[in-house]
């Protein structure tokens, strides 16, 4: 149950967002509810959710709808009406899919699966999961990880920021010993700029009109502040050029990169103009090793980036749904095991009775003849029981596993318990 991007404003997101600091009060209160045996919450930016597993669908939604308004004290309608839900399959799918980030704002980007594994790490920790969270959420893990690995959904950049990082190691490679000019201090120069340390360049440097405001963003990344008169006196210790002014006239022209050029005897220069109006001249894009890209240039970049990851994410789409498939087979198992273990302890009562009898019965019985019995008898159970046993293992892959169940449950009058943590899952196959 939850709400996203998808369905409700930010306005009505932030209201019903959870604390991580204080997430040990709705945890308890969520699994405290009379038809919640075990539940965890994710809680960012763009989504709200609450995973549970419930002992009964229709009143387990109706409580997790009612908690969500009552934890944050709003009107019940002003949530409903924004509030998704999804049982069983459609629950597992849902959250493969946001695990995997094929249900984010950016479809690839990375954050959402480190977010859930946050939330299942205080779950786990407030002990408000169980069996089968856990085993559901790991799976979710390794679905996202699979996807990550045999897909190329994450491998391109879809902001003009990272696309223009992206360009930068193809023309230089290696950005490690390459130096960034900014020129002009605005938002979109200082996010890009963020981008290129975090893919490792050694230096900063700040061209701006105001030098106090360069100085601050200069220091921000260990960097330097140029006066923007001085420009062309530092322009050519710059690898990267990325200009962001407010001028509404060019500032760099052709005649002057080209000296600048001459000056790095040649070596190339990756220009960067984000400035509406441009603040460099396209002829410059001439010049030999002189690379030019402007916003409309970046966004065709951005474009083209994310019409590969809409394809790479109908690959995605066709392993998460064979995935499916494995996670229903576990769950099936659970309610199999119980019923396995019933019906063998039920033969088993039968024989070891019947075996009293005859033994006691049986006076002058040998201990050696005594072992033998049991020998017998027990084989004869268990070549009674393979048959049986093993349709209950291949039913527990997903086949009308329910008709079965009920018959040998009334055949032989059998009591089951749900399968407890310790119990071994039939095909319990190891999932990280």
Request: charged share 25%; proline share 3%; with cysteine.
């Amino acid at each position: 149950m939850g709400l996203s991007h998808h369905s409700a404003p930010i306005e009505l997101r932030e209201k019903l967002a959870f604390d991580a600091n204080r997430i040990a009060e709705p945890l308890s209160a969520l699994v405290s509810l009379p038809d919640i045996a075990e539940g965890l919450i994710v809680s960012t930016c763009n989504r709200v959710e609450v995973y549970a597993v419930t002992r009964d669908i229709a009143a387990g939604i109706a409580e997790i709808k009612r908690f969500l308004a009552d934890f944050h004290a709003l009107p019940f309608d002003s949530v409903e009406s924004h509030l998704y839900g999804y049982h069983g399959e459609n629950a597992i799918r849902h959250v493969f899919r946001v695990a995997a980030s094929l249900d984010s704002l950016v479809v690839g980007e990375s954050q959402i699966l480190g977010q859930i594994k946050s939330a299942y790490g205080y779950a786990a920790e407030y002990k408000s999961s169980g069996l089968i969270l856990n085993r559901f959420l790991h799976k979710a893990f390794s679905v996202a990880k699979r996807i990550r690995t045999e897909t190329g959904i994450a491998s391109s950049a879809v902001s003009v920021a990272f696309a223009a990082v992206e360009l930068a190691k193809k023309i230089f490679g290696n950005l490690s010993d390459k130096t960034v000019l900014l020129i002009g201090a605005g938002e979109m120069g200082e996010l890009a700029a963020k981008h290129f340390v975090s893919a490792g360049v050694r230096d900063v440097l700040v061209a701006n009109r105001t030098f106090e405001r360069g100085e601050r963003l200069a220091e921000e990344f260990c960097g330097r502040a140029v006066r923007f008169d001085d420009l062309f006196d530092h322009l050519h210790k710059a690898d990267i050029v990325l200009s962001s002014t407010g001028a509404c006239h060019f500032i760099l022209e052709p005649k002057k990169v080209a000296e600048v050029i001459r000056r790095r005897k040649l070596r190339p220069m990756f220009f960067i103009d984000i400035a509406v109006p441009r603040d460099i001249d396209p002829a410059v894009n001439s010049l030999e090793n002189v690379y030019l890209y402007n916003t409309d240039d970046l966004q065709g970049v951005v474009e083209n980036n994310l019409e590969q990851r809409r394809r790479e994410a109908e690959k995605a789409e066709e392993i998460v749904d064979g995935e499916i498939g494995q996670f229903l087979a576990w769950l099936s198992s659970l309610e199999v095991v119980p019923t396995i273990v019933a019906l063998r302890s039920h033969f088993e009562g039968i024989r070891r009775a019947e075996l009293a009898k005859t033994v006691s019965a049986w006076k002058d019985l040998s201990p050696e003849e005594e072992k033998r019995l049991e020998a017998l008898t027990a084989a004869m159970v268990n070549k009674l029981l393979h048959v049986p046993v093993h349709v209950l293992k291949q039913t527990g892959q997903g086949n009308r596993t329910d008709l079965y169940l009920d018959a040998l449950r009334k055949l032989f009058a059998l009591s089951t318990e749900p399968v407890g943590e310790q119990d071994q899952p039939l095909q319990d196959d190891d999932e990280g």
